[in-house]
């Protein structure tokens, strides 16, 4: 905050001295205004100077050193020291003797490290500092040209605006190069000179050397020095889209590869969905990269402020040894599905354990995955007893399926297996609670299979009292006495 205080001030005399130094802008009438302002940007500067940076720590040895004698040595050491005391030198009291021109102020621009350290500042807090840059140069091209606008009106007025006549071939012609003090002056002198630096307009020939030698200068600083802004503007607007450029090259040749294939339409298009949702949310294809430059510490702690807590809540880790956790979280890789994308099918063998980073998943079920039974929501976490294949007991048990866009993060087996290699003692605990867990849900499944069976007799009594029909009571006493009669009646009775 008080950088952009000291920022402002800086700005106000590096563009207000030249303009008060030529244009007629500073009268008796508004110099109390001016003075005002003058004397209260330098109050700033002193304050910087002599409160502020004197205060601000520095590097040594990797270590920040925050004493304050230190970094005031390390301040007055330093280049911005000089700096800053050349900008407050009191030229000012020159004003005694020839009134107040405000050109004897033009050592308050040499607080120009404020502005660069100002935009550096800006520049690595934006996550997009392209337009902050180019803000930066083009601030160097506005410059420039409006000190060149008040070089120009200063040599208008010189020549009496054009008033002047000069003899050329025997005739005698008004100066039509300079300005003739009609209309605003600022903005018709800045439009000259930024016409002349850039080359652009049909400008009026110089008359006398004077406007030869400014000519010359003017374009030779637009040949030269607009040519490096401009090329600098370039290469921020190229640097800017080059990962777009990137992504756009990568989808087209894989675009063309499916058609060479004579892949189905439906299936290209998924493709390209996927790029478009992709590149929409990370603005990169593989940020994976990205993060495997910063150190393995940076990578730790970023991965943890992501993922721990999540990780932290699976009953399958709950007690782990930290250090186990910030190795698996190095591990988890984000994975990106389509609406409609089945993410496991029942009965496949899990390899795999999933969190819900984004998005909407689906428990479905029935003829054709039609009917829906749960929904998994960001922080759900499902497949964590696949990864140890307890007894067998690692194929799905249900299919899951993507709502939406989703985006998931993964835990392979393999990865898994690669770090707890490393903690025996974690090995056991997980290989403990995972067959407690399985345990658990056996006995929750019994239970259920249990309570659906007696539900079951409940509803469906079947009575064992059966009496013999009257149609075949009717059948014996018709049948003749004998061994066949007796053998059906002594059936008929025991049952």
């Not at 059966?466 to 049948?479: A, G, H, N």
Request: with cysteine; net charge positive; proline share 3%.
């Amino acid at each position: 905050m008080w950088l952009s205080f000291v920022v402002v001030c800086f700005l106000y005399n590096a563009f207000g001295i030249p303009l008060r130094s030529s244009y007629p802008y500073q009268t008796e009438s508004n110099l109390i205004y001016w003075l005002i302002c003058d004397y209260f940007s330098d109050f700033f500067y002193i304050v910087d100077l002599m409160a502020i940076k004197p205060r601000i720590q520095f590097m040594r040895s990797g270590i920040a050193v925050t004493n304050r004698d230190e970094t005031l040595k390390n301040y007055i050491r330093s280049t911005v020291f000089k700096m800053d005391i050349i900008s407050v030198l009191p030229f000012d009291l020159f004003y005694i003797w020839t009134g107040p021109f405000a050109a004897w102020r033009f050592v308050r621009v040499f607080k120009i490290f404020s502005f660069w350290q100002f935009f550096n500042l800006l520049d690595n807090s934006f996550s997009s500092p392209y337009i902050i840059r180019i803000t930066k140069t083009l601030s160097y091209m506005v410059y420039i040209i409006h000190c060149n606008s008040c070089i120009y009106y200063k040599l208008s007025a010189w020549q009496a605006f054009g008033q002047i006549a000069y003899r050329m071939n025997n005739r005698w012609y008004l100066n039509k190069w300079v300005y003739n003090n009609q209309g605003n002056a600022y903005i018709r002198c800045f439009y000259f000179t930024a016409a002349v630096a850039t080359s652009t307009g049909n400008n009026p020939s110089p008359t006398n050397v004077i406007e030869y030698i400014y000519m010359t200068f003017s374009w030779m600083m637009g040949v030269f020095v607009f040519a490096l802004l401009l090329g600098q503007i370039r290469d921020i607007v190229s640097n800017a889209n080059r990962n777009r450029e990137l992504y756009r090259q990568t989808m087209d040749r894989v675009v063309s590869e499916c058609k060479r294939l004579q892949l189905p339409r439906e299936v290209v298009d998924r493709v390209m969905d996927w790029f478009f949702y992709t590149w929409q949310r990370q603005k990169t294809l593989d940020e994976k990269k990205l993060i495997e430059k910063l150190p393995l510490k940076l990578q730790t702690d970023l991965a943890l402020s992501v993922h721990y807590n999540t990780l932290s809540k699976v009953q399958l880790f709950q007690d782990c040894d930290r250090a186990l956790l910030r190795e698996l979280v190095l591990r988890l890789r984000p994975v990106i599905f389509l609406p409609g994308d089945m993410i496991c099918k029942k009965g496949d063998v899990g390899k795999e354990m999933y969190i819900v980073n984004d998005g909407v998943l689906q428990v479905v079920g029935g003829e054709n995955n039609e009917k829906v039974f749960a929904e998994l929501t960001e922080g759900s976490v499902f497949g964590e007893i696949s990864l140890l294949a307890i007894g067998g007991n690692n194929k799905r048990t249900a299919s899951i399926r993507s709502k939406g866009y989703s985006t998931l993060f993964v835990l392979s087996k393999e990865d898994l297996n690669d770090v707890i290699k490393d903690y025996p003692e974690a090995q056991r605990l997980l290989k403990r609670k995972a067959k407690k867990m399985l345990n658990k849900d056996a006995k929750a499944k019994n239970e259920i299979d249990q309570k659906q069976k007696k539900t079951f007799e409940e509803t469906c009594h079947i009575s064992t009292h059966i009496s013999t029909p009257r149609m075949f009571k009717t059948v014996l006493q018709l049948l003749p006495e004998g061994s066949t009669r007796n053998e059906l009646q002594s059936t008929l009775s025991n049952s």
